[in-house]
């Protein structure tokens, strides 16, 4: 009986072993620099500035965690909270927040977590097949012309988000 409930555990230790064989104790995580969150704050804020609006502008990184946070001058203070939301939500579903605005529907209802913002303005940051964090802008007369603006702030940066592929 000993020897049955030996080999019994032998063999349901063995798929453990192996599997821990093959998994690194570690994984590596790519992560923008402060550089280029900063390139990437400042071009966003600029493209709202030359369509003549103050906004705020949060870049998380793939935690979660505000990496850089740009309030222009005339923007309400609330405009802070609301472009961190974004910048979360937008790196949290991998998706433009905008494409989340439709999303759900039906059975389907809007995720009644903290932080979580469904509106326009957020934008997955990708980079080298994967996903370092998210920009969220608020401020502006509409969520469309935030995620314009966070648009061209990922443009002033696409050199940078291939070179992380290479």
Not at 20 to 40: F, G
Not at 45 to 61: P, S
């Amino acid at each position: 009986m000993r020897l049955v409930l030996g080999v019994i555990a032998a063999l349901a230790a063995a798929p453990a072993a192996a599997a821990s064989a093959e998994a690194p104790p570690t994984v590596s995580i790519q992560r923008l620099s402060l550089d280029v969150a900063l390139k990437l704050a400042r071009a966003t804020l600029e493209a709202c500035r030359r369509e003549g609006v103050n906004v705020a502008v949060t870049v998380v990184d793939r935690g979660g965690h505000p990496q850089v946070v740009l309030r222009d001058t005339l923007a309400m203070d609330l405009t802070l909270t609301v472009s961190r939301q974004k910048a979360y939500t937008a790196m949290s579903f991998n998706a433009p927040t905008s494409q989340l605005e439709g999303r759900f529907k039906g059975s389907y209802s809007v995720p009644k977590v903290d932080g979580v913002m469904i509106a326009a303005g957020g934008l997955p940051i990708a980079g080298g097949g994967a996903i370092l964090g998210g920009i969220g802008v608020s401020g502006a007369p509409s969520g469309e012309l935030d995620e314009k603006c966070a648009r061209a702030g990922l443009d002033a940066i696409a050199f940078e988000l291939e070179a992380a592929g290479s």
